[in-house]
């Protein structure tokens, strides 16, 4: 069974940054793509950023290199790097793996992903 754990959530001023972490068990990390998602109360769910087994990554427009992702593969883990937040950046954000192990760029849709962690909320106060 394959977990994700996200940590790293919290409170942030305006302008601040944050980092999250995904940490996961149970499958073959190094071959999944992994994506970051967020979800805003009475919004739906919406990609943020996401990377391949390759290092290659694809962002939402709304990151304007704000965000970075990135992963070890030796810890299993995928880490969300958020600068310059804003308040609409407030959400649940959650990881999720695509065990799709095909060579493409990571993919955009929830639908894409298999495997989804519990969430981790972050709030950006002004």
């Known amino acids: 069974q394959v977990q994700l754990v996200e940590s790293g959530g919290g409170l942030v001023q305006v302008g601040g940054s944050l980092s999250l972490s995904c940490e996961v068990s149970?499958?073959?990390?190094?071959?999944?793509?992994m994506g970051w998602f967020r979800q805003a109360p009475g919004k739906e769910r919406e990609f943020v950023l996401g990377?391949?087994?390759?290092?290659?990554?694809t962002f939402a427009n709304f990151v304007k290199g704000r965000f970075t992702i990135s992963r070890d593969n030796t810890k299993n883990t995928v880490y969300l790097r958020m600068n310059r937040l804003k308040p609409e950046d407030t959400a649940v954000y959650y990881c999720?793996?695509?065990?799709?192990?095909?060579?493409?760029?990571?993919?955009?849709?929830?639908?894409?992903?298999?495997?989804w962690g519990q969430g981790t909320p972050v709030t950006v106060s002004s």
């Open positions: 149970g499958g073959t990390f190094s071959r999944y793509t």
């Open positions: 990377i391949n087994q390759y290092g290659i990554s």
């Open positions: 999720a793996a695509d065990t799709n192990t095909a060579i493409r760029s990571p993919r955009r849709m929830p639908a894409e992903y298999t495997y």
